[in-house]
């Protein structure tokens, strides 16, 4: 298959990468599920200076219906408050026109498009006329399947929206064989599509990759040794609970062992 360059007009200065040491650290529950669930985590993610960003799922997209499908809206007042009560930026998942204008609404800092939506160039580009004219930072997650050209077309869409602070986020992809992982790194796509889309900040969400908590600081590892930005990991203040991703999400306390464990400055490459 053959592949382009994107041309993107990206920003000097991310938000994503928020001017802090690297790599950045979002962290924070798979989905909002009360308001103590939220401020209680964050509280305690406050406490770790390397964290800077607050991730939480509004609306969530579940594989089969009649499970868990998000709060909604309710949750963005509890981000608020969250934001409000510890400074951290915050960080939720759209995929349509509503959703959009809700978190812009609840004065959101940063959105993401999830691999579900970046698989669909109609609701890509319903996100990006939704955005249209709004400067705010956009991460695209990588798409379900391995397919790099959907990936980098959704980056294309938001840019001809006028959004140039974009993020890629490395989450895995479905593939025939995944094991052990959830969904299959396939690192060499980091590389791919960092020449592709170069200047755009990388994220990798090893929690979507490894599915399990046992495997989160391999998976993070590898993917700062490969010169990630950031990392993207699911945090919630009692993970076996969880009412989706319990597996692979963990507690705070277990998010500043993983950190420590990394020694994310020398790992830097
Ligand atoms: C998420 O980050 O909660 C999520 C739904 O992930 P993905 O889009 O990678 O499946
Ligand atoms: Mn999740």
Not at 93 to 109: F, M, W, Y
Not at 201 to 227: F, N, Y
Request: hydrophobic content about 40%.
């Amino acid at each position: 298959m053959s592949t382009s360059n994107a041309t993107l007009q990206t920003t000097a200065k991310t938000k994503i990468l928020n001017g802090g040491p690297l790599p950045t650290v979002i962290a924070g529950p798979c989905s909002a599920e009360s308001e103590e669930q939220m401020l209680q985590t964050a509280q305690e993610l406050k406490k770790d200076h390397r964290v800077s960003i607050f991730r939480a799922g509004i609306w969530k997209p579940r594989t089969r219906p009649g499970m868990f499908e998000g709060v909604g809206t309710v949750g963005l007042e509890w981000l608020k408050t969250v934001k409000e009560e510890t400074g951290l930026l915050t960080a939720v998942e759209v995929a349509n026109t509503q959703h959009v204008e809700e978190a812009l609404k609840h004065g959101v800092d940063i959105l993401w498009v999830g691999a579900r939506t970046t698989v669909n160039p109609f609701s890509v580009q319903e996100v990006a006329d939704a955005l249209q004219g709004v400067d705010v930072p956009v991460m695209v997650k990588n798409p379900v399947n391995p397919d790099i050209q959907l990936w980098l077309g959704a980056l294309e869409r938001l840019n001809r929206a006028g959004i140039t602070d974009l993020g890629l986020i490395h989450r895995g992809f479905s593939t025939p064989n995944n094991k052990p992982y959830r969904n299959h790194p396939k690192w060499q796509t980091i590389q791919e599509i960092r020449s592709l889309a170069p200047g755009i900040p990388l994220i990798c969400d090893p929690s979507h990759i490894a599915g399990r908590r046992d495997l989160l600081e391999t998976v993070s590892q590898q993917a700062l040794h490969l010169g990630a930005d950031g990392l993207m990991i699911e945090t919630h203040i009692n993970p076996d609970v969880a009412l989706s991703d319990a597996s692979q999400q963990v507690t705070p306390a277990g998010l500043d062992r993983l950190l420590t464990a990394l020694d994310l400055e020398s790992e830097r490459v």
